[in-house]
């Protein structure tokens, strides 16, 4: 979603904050544009939906406002409202800078940070989801599309453990550090409830589609040492993950839809490879 079209002091009018000193697009995801905001020494995110999104906000805001009261680090909602026909939500800016960045910046931390990446996913997964979440609990299950049904079928028939939140775009562009702790998960319209393992899966399959393209080896085995310490940091909090190769079926079948109209076709049979891959180690087809 982009920001030329949207006039962000008209927004925060709306939302009620005047005499802003400086207002800064911010480079994010696709789905909703975002500016930084300062106003009295004091910082904000603004974050803008696309037209006709209400339920998208509204839901989201429930979320974060649950992720909040449960002690997470997510931004507090400060205002809510809509210009125009943009939903639009008023948060706290919070400290740190991308996981991303700072992998970047100290690639040698790769195992420090996937370590406080891991455990922060997991204390996630203590969580139950709010209410708006749980009367859709198979909502996850369904998001592979609808060309799975042998896939969901399996997932149907497989033992499920105890629902909880799932956030399903953890990532490190959407967690930030000041290097020694989780500063802030965010965006969280994805969130659902469901089977932890694949919100688990979720970040695998994004931290694999990270490797695609034109990458050295130092930048690949940065991001296995990550992806690795990933998974020591949350199986320390929740225990071993066990055998996800259903999940990773699942997590593989909705990156390549939600990728389909992003990536090259080199780049998409990658994809569909790792999918079939992961189908027939669970004979679902």
């Known amino acids: 979603m982009t920001h030329e079209h949207l006039d962000p002091y ?6 009620g904050l005047l005499d802003v000193t400086t207002v800064t697009p911010v480079q994010g995801g696709t789905d909703t544009a975002i500016w930084r905001v300062e106003k009295a020494g ?3 995110a603004l974050r803008v939906f696309q037209k006709g999104e209400d339920d998208d906000c509204q839901r989201e805001q429930v979320v974060m406002q649950a992720a909040l009261a449960a ?15 943009y939903p639009a939500l008023l948060l706290s ?36 989801a709010p209410d708006v979440l749980c009367q859709q ?9 609808p060309d799975e049904k042998p896939l969901q079928e399996c997932l149907h028939r497989a033992k499920q453990q105890a629902l ?22 965010l965006d969280w319209r994805n969130a659902l409830s469901g089977d932890p393992r694949a919100d688990a899966a979720r970040t695998v399959s994004i931290l694999r589609y990270a490797s695609l393209g034109r990458r050295s080896i130092l930048e690949l085995l940065v ?3 990550f992806e690795a310490g990933w998974r020591r940091g949350y199986e320390q909090k929740r225990g071993a993950l066990g055998n996800m190769n259903l999940f990773y079926a699942w997590a593989s079948a909705v990156m390549e839809r939600d990728l389909a109209t992003k ?7 990658l994809i569909h490879r790792w999918t079939l891959k992961w189908k027939k180690r669970v004979g679902c087809f």
């Open 71 to 85: 002690g997470l680090p997510v931004p507090q909602i400060h205002a809510m409202g809509k210009w125009h026909d």
């Open 263 to 269: 990536l090259t076709q080199k780049d998409l049979s």
């Open 10 to 15: 008209a927004i925060l009018e709306t939302l």
């Open 137 to 145: 609990p198979e909502a996850w299950i369904n998001w592979s599309g």
């Open 42 to 44: 004091k910082i904000y």
């Open 164 to 185: 909880t939140l799932l956030h399903l775009d953890y990532h490190p562009l959407n967690v930030l550090t000041d290097g020694n702790k989780i500063t802030a998960v």
């Open 223 to 225: 991001l296995r040492i």
């Open 93 to 128: 800016w919070l400290p740190g800078r991308p996981i991303a960045e700072e992998l970047l910046a100290h690639p040698w931390r790769a195992w420090s940070l996937g370590l406080l990446f891991g455990q922060m996913q997991a204390i996630i997964h203590t969580l139950a």
